[in-house]
């Protein structure tokens, strides 16, 4: 079953049980695959649809984050409910080990001795740890290793 197959298995089922939360977040993902179908007029595959739903996850982050810096802990809980069903479709995070052990096969595997090398093995990682793990870690985590 693809992810979007999954997707709107669980929109029905949200319906059915009235669960509006979880409707409006799965409708909002929908919505979101819906306009990159469009205007790149493809057929998203599961790696596309879980760029997309990464990208949401990671804006509601942002959200999250401004909303309690301006003390609106109601809007932030709106967020955070909707993390939590899109965090759902997305593959088993991974651990620190997992992170540390695939940074260095992509090291090794690039011949990355220093900084200007960063791309190559970003380049590598992307496809491995995309919906896995916050990119922004990892590239933090490449600079760290290669500096």
Do not use: C, W
């Not at 909303?67 to 651990?95: K, N």
């Not at 916050?134 to 933090?140: E, F, L, P, R, Y």
């Amino acid at each position: 079953m693809t992810l979007i197959e999954r997707l709107k298995d669980e929109q029905k089922a949200a319906m059915k049980a009235k669960d509006k939360p979880r409707l409006g977040a799965i409708r909002l993902a929908l919505s979101a695959i819906k306009q990159r179908e469009v205007d790149e007029k493809i057929t998203l595959n599961d790696d596309d649809v879980l760029a997309v739903l990464t990208k949401m996850v990671k804006q509601r982050r942002d959200s999250v984050a401004q909303y309690e810096a301006a003390g609106r802990q109601d809007l932030a809980d709106v967020e955070h409910a909707e993390i939590s069903v899109l965090a759902e479709f997305m593959p088993q995070p991974l651990t620190e080990e997992e992170i540390s052990a695939l940074m260095d096969e992509a090291i090794a595997a690039t011949g990355a001795a220093s900084m200007q090398d960063m791309g190559k093995v970003m380049g590598v990682l992307k496809p491995q740890i995309q919906g896995r793990a916050d990119m922004g870690i990892v590239s933090k985590l490449v600079k760290t290793k290669l500096g």
